[in-house]
């Protein structure tokens, strides 16, 4: 079981928005695309020249059965060599690691382009999602209010751990 990033550049969210169940020869697991909010927003960030690498939406390809089972990215820019992160995967694909895995690329990636720290939000009623970035070697700074998800827990990865 291996998942793969693969970058959202414009054309393909475009044909996403279009036809939301396959991306050229990549099958789309029901569930594994974001709100189009997020699309919006990535769309948005793109067409003002924000750069890719940060703007953009990755879908976590399973490179076996060459399908989209979930998709993550970087919420906003970095600051002072810190980015945050966000994921989903698909109902039907949960519990196998895809996220784990996902969002292990994500780190990866964020590491790769010299940043020292990678954040993430879990909701404190999502343990599956809490257990994802336990997995991912993330450590539990303790807990905030935010408007959209009541009580999170926050959680950051170094890049010396």
């Not at 399908?67 to 109902?91: H, S």
């Not at 209010?145 to 751990?161: I, K, Q």
């Amino acid at each position: 079981m291996t998942i793969m990033l693969r970058a959202f550049d414009l054309a393909a969210i475009a044909a996403l928005m279009d036809e939301p169940d396959r991306l050229d020869d990549l099958v789309v697991a029901e569930g594994a695309l974001p709100p189009g909010f997020v699309f919006e927003t990535a769309t948005r960030a793109l067409l003002a020249g924000g750069p890719p690498l940060w703007c953009t939406l990755y879908a976590f390809v399973h490179v076996e059965s060459r399908a989209i089972v979930g998709t993550g990215g970087f919420k906003g820019l970095p600051v002072d060599g810190e980015i945050e992160i966000g994921y989903n995967v698909a109902p039907s694909r949960r519990r196998a690691g895809y996220a784990t895995q996902g969002v292990e690329a994500l780190v990866a990636l964020a590491f790769a382009h010299r940043q020292r720290r990678v954040t993430a939000e879990t909701s404190i009623r999502n343990l599956a999602s809490r257990r994802v970035v336990e997995k991912a070697a993330f450590e539990r700074l303790g807990q905030r209010m935010t408007d959209e998800d009541g009580w999170v827990d926050c959680w950051r990865r170094d890049a010396s751990a």
